[in-house]
């Protein structure tokens, strides 16, 4: 259940900030992918070079930037959109009041606010401080807001007493946090899923600073991704090299050349659904050269192969039940030719546009698309993310 996902750790300035460390790990260990938030006093504790280097990740700490004014002071919003769980352990008594209050003087708790996926609060503390009037006040007011809390274990403390407020162990935590996860999913007719979409253009190098490619923005394919995501699947989003903004709530991986895509697509196979938008080169340079060609000593022509035919791979290694959906840009005989590529490729369905028509084609916010499939055919008209919502609710219904 934690694989795949992704979560936010936050720290706050207690002696157990140490446990956060292991707890970290072993998210990485089930499979998550982790960003870490500390509150200011928690660096005391445990350095933030410790977390950024164990997650991979920059630890945030502070909404604003001295030493780069204006930079990365919106991060809490774009964490809180990318998160599917925020685990605040340990949670002092001070971060937890200001949490009750909505108060949101650092990174943790400015991103709290701004997260739009369930949270899990870790109470730690000394146990006088925790069975006080004001913590037991503040837990109840915070699992009235919707707030997750996990009781704390009872033990030796730092202060040299045994009581309750110890921070409980990772695999309690973790299990915790997959339950939650699973109660919040998305549910709808993609749910439990696995979807591969394929987006944006390929680079077939001629040498370190010249490669054929194409105009695609990968718009089409980000819509189809998130479009997926929306109806409940589990979205792993390939894209070559575009400027368009990809939602932090996608998972993506890069590539460059049709081999790279190639490389990836067998990485992913098993995927219960492949979109494949990408606008892959058909042919690529027989030879790259190391250094750049210089104008007066290049060759004025470049000998060109065939690349990899990924999509007719794919038809020919069509596991059961799995779904294919191709996509055919064309100038003419549109229907003839996406039909031929249907049949010929082992494809499921094809979405196939021409960029004759008008408002369609590479980098247009709009598109019109013939959906097309072995019993029947529809066309969609409008916004790409309008169209990649209703191309999947035809296709695997509401």
């Known amino acids: ?27 990485q260990k089930a499979g998550a992918e982790i960003r870490v938030t500390m509150t200011p006093s928690a660096t005391r504790f445990v350095g933030s070079e410790t977390f950024a280097a164990l997650s991979r990740n920059e630890v945030a700490v502070e909404v604003f930037n001295d030493s780069e004014p204006g930079k990365n002071w919106t991060k809490h919003i774009h964490w809180g959109e990318w998160a599917d769980l925020f685990v605040i352990a340990p949670c002092t008594a001070n971060t937890l009041s200001k949490i009750v209050h909505g108060q949101s003087d650092n990174m943790l708790t400015s991103t709290l606010l701004a997260a739009r996926c369930p949270v899990l609060i870790c109470p730690t503390m000394d146990g006088e401080m ?3 009037p004001a913590v037991s006040k503040n837990l109840k007011e915070v699992r009235e807001m919707g707030y997750y809390v996990l009781e704390p274990d009872e033990g030796y403390l730092a202060s040299g007493l045994e009581a309750i407020g110890r921070l409980p162990e990772s695999d309690a935590i973790l299990k915790r946090s997959a339950q939650i996860i699973k109660e919040h999913r998305i549910q709808g007719p993609l749910t439990g899923k696995k979807v591969v979409v394929t987006a944006g253009p390929t680079r077939e190098y001629i040498d370190p600073v010249r490669f054929i490619s194409n105009p695609s923005s990968g718009k089409m394919g980000i819509a189809m991704a998130d479009a997926a995501r929306a109806l409940g699947a589990d979205v792993t989003l390939l894209h070559g090299p575009i400027t368009e ?13 049709a081999d790279d895509l190639f490389e990836l697509m067998k990485d992913h ?7 494949k938008s990408a606008a892959v080169s058909d042919f690529k340079p027989v030879t790259r050269s190391n250094q750049k060609e210089k104008k007066d000593r290049a060759k004025l022509s470049v000998e060109l192969e065939r690349n990899p035919d990924i999509l007719s791979w794919l038809g020919e290694h069509k596991k059961k039940g799995q779904v294919l959906i191709g996509f055919a840009m064309e100038t003419e005989n549109l229907m003839e030719n996406a ?4 049949e010929k490729k082992n494809l499921d369905w094809i979405c196939a546009n021409s960029l004759s028509e008008k408002g369609s084609g590479f980098a247009s916010d709009t598109n019109t698309i013939h959906l097309i499939g072995h019993e029947r055919q ?3 008209t409008g916004s790409k993310k309008e169209i990649a919502s209703q191309i999947l609710q035809e296709i695997f219904g509401s």
Request: proline fraction near 2%; aromatic fraction near 10%; hydrophobic fraction near 45%.
């Open 245 to 257: 903004k990809i939602p932090d709530r996608i998972q993506t991986k890069s590539f460059i050349s």
């Open 339 to 342: 039909r031929a590529k249907l």
């Open 269 to 275: 196979q098993d995927a219960d659904i492949v979109i």
């Open 130 to 132: 925790y069975e006080s």
């Open 378 to 380: 529809l066309e969609f």
């Open 1 to 27: 259940m934690l694989s795949g996902k992704r979560i936010i750790l936050g720290v706050t300035g207690g002696i157990a900030a140490y446990k956060a460390v292991y707890l970290l790990r072993e998210f």
